[in-house]
């Protein structure tokens, strides 16, 4: 049996999770007069408080980070 480093998959499921966050509000401000917008808020905020867990968890501020990066892009 294969040993698995714990460590790089948790990291690797963070970095896909932030992505998949970042690229949701993408998407929710080009689809912003579409029905689909309502769907992608749920996923994201769903997505938002595993990332929020998911710092406490490893004690780092990726993803409050993030959210401090796109305010920064909205200004």
């Known amino acids: 049996m294969a040993k698995v480093n714990y460590e790089k998959a948790w990291q690797k499921l963070k970095e896909g999770m932030l992505e998949s ?3 949701y509000e ?3 401000r080009i689809n912003k007069n579409m029905g689909i917008h309502k769907i992608l ?3 994201q905020i ?3 408080s595993v990332l929020e ?4 968890l490893d004690d780092t501020h990726e993803f409050s ?3 401090d990066d796109m ?3 909205d200004k």
């Open 46 to 48: 769903s997505l938002a």
């Open 65 to 67: 980070n993030l959210l």
């Open 41 to 43: 808020e749920g996923a």
């Open 53 to 56: 867990d998911m710092d406490e």
């Open 71 to 73: 305010n920064r892009e």
């Open 26 to 28: 993408g998407q929710k």
């Open 21 to 23: 966050y970042a690229n």
